[in-house]
């Protein structure tokens, strides 16, 4: 018996998964099925959708920017105080004292970065490969609301470090809101927990960024990839798509 | 299948009166409804500040007898200038009416220009140049107990109201 057949047969591991290991296509399907996180998949896929070129794994790269921005946004939180002006000299501290912190905080840095301009080309991939249309008109309309989250997320972002560039592009931001019609001042005067950017600002965007905006976004994105399942899988060129029965 | 009929009363009834289920359904709904709305609009009154430890609006700007006719004095941290016009004392906003950047004031022009995206206004305010949509506002001149002149930042006149000490 090897280790690992001993191991397959312990009672805990036959708690955790109760599908055996042999070849067959029933295993293979509880393998997808039996597992919280790869139950959104389908079971199976068309060999040709894994292609790089049918989609330019433009929705994985975006994923996965999202993993590495959660990983990194998590380590950099135990260094950061949301508060003024504790937030600026937390940020120089990552930077120049913390072992490895500016390779931390580069890594976020380029990741949303990354990640909003994947997300960009992966609309247009959909756009282009006439992907956004029946049966999955509802997903593009969850690839929106992603996208709008992507944004607010890399907003609320951008006033942590607590620098002059944070300052005054959540300065004008801000007055962009306050030009709504109605409900403008009310907004801007909720967005800041007050009337001008100072420290109720900074909490409401870390708490903002830090909780609300990547619930919401984590939530939406397992939808998303979900509906990939329940619309029929992925779409690729739709050249490709008329040719196969 | 007749021997059914009736057996769950007369199907007119039910149309016309409530049943005691469906009352305790709607009551329940009802109720969940109440307190969603309810939470909803106390949430949002949580999240207004009641109190704001801001800087005051306010400030000393000094004596009337200091603005002479052409002097303008910048304030950075309260974002104002206070200006000697030909008939009088008069205070403007810094704030551009574009996104909000500080503006300064060019002594070598007569004129305040916007260090963000180029916008420029003469000394009353008006803008001469864009992409500012709004003249710069006037803000509220009173005298204090001292007789110095004392700038309210939060408070917006009609433009043209110079003070006079």
Redesign the interface.
């Known amino acids: 018996m090897t280790v690992g057949e001993w191991v397959r047969n312990t009672s805990v591991y036959r708690s955790v998964i109760r599908h055996g290991v042999a070849p067959t296509n029933r295993n293979r399907s509880l393998i997808i099925f039996e597992n919280l996180f790869l139950h959104v998949h389908p079971v199976k896929v068309r060999e040709k959708t894994l292609r790089f070129t049918h989609t330019f794994w433009l929705g994985g790269i975006t994923l996965a920017s999202t993993i590495i921005l959660v990983a990194t946004g998590i380590l950099l939180m135990f260094y950061y105080h949301p508060s003024v002006p504790q937030a600026y000299r937390d940020m120089k501290e990552l930077q120049y004292v913390v072992d490895n912190g500016v390779f931390l905080r580069n890594l976020h840095r380029w990741s949303a970065h990354l990640m909003v301009f994947s997300a960009f080309l992966h609309m247009l991939r959909v756009f282009y490969h006439r992907a956004y249309r029946p049966p999955r008109q509802f997903n593009w309309v969850v690839g929106v609301v992603l996208l709008l989250l992507t944004l607010l997320l890399s907003y609320t972002g951008y006033l942590l470090p607590w620098d002059q560039l944070a300052f005054?592009g959540v300065?004008?931001g801000t007055?962009?809101a306050k030009q709504a019609p109605l409900i403008g001042e009310r907004v801007r005067?909720?967005l800041l927990?007050?009337?001008?950017v100072?420290?109720?600002a900074l909490l409401r965007f870390y708490v903002l960024h830090c909780v609300v905006l990547p619930v919401a976004l984590l939530l939406l994105i397992s939808v998303h990839i979900w509906r990939v399942r329940k619309d029929g899988g992925v779409q690729g060129p739709p050249d490709d798509e008329r040719r196969s029965p | 299948m007749p021997e059914l009929e009736g057996m769950f009363g007369p199907e007119v009834e039910e149309e016309e009166t409530l049943g005691r289920r469906d009352f305790f359904t709607q009551i329940g709904v009802g109720a969940c409804a109440v307190v969603a709305v309810a939470s909803g609009i106390v949430t949002l009154d949580y999240l207004e500040p009641k109190v704001l430890f801001e800087p005051s609006t306010t400030y000393v700007a000094g004596s009337p007898l200091d603005f002479a006719p052409g002097v303008v004095v910048p304030n950075q941290e309260k974002k104002a200038f206070v200006i000697g016009g030909a008939n009088g004392i008069y205070a403007l906003s810094a704030v551009c009416t574009h996104l909000g950047c500080i503006t300064r004031y060019k002594s070598d022009e007569s004129a305040i220009a916007c260090p963000c995206h180029g916008s420029r206004f003469d000394l009353e305010g008006n803008v001469t140049h864009g992409p500012a949509p709004r003249p710069l506002p006037w803000l509220d001149v009173s005298q204090d107990a001292n007789g110095n002149l004392v700038v309210d930042t939060g408070i917006v006149i009609a433009r043209g109201k110079v003070f006079r000490p």
């Open positions: 005054w300065s004008v007055n962009m005067f909720f927990g007050g009337n001008i100072s420290e109720n």
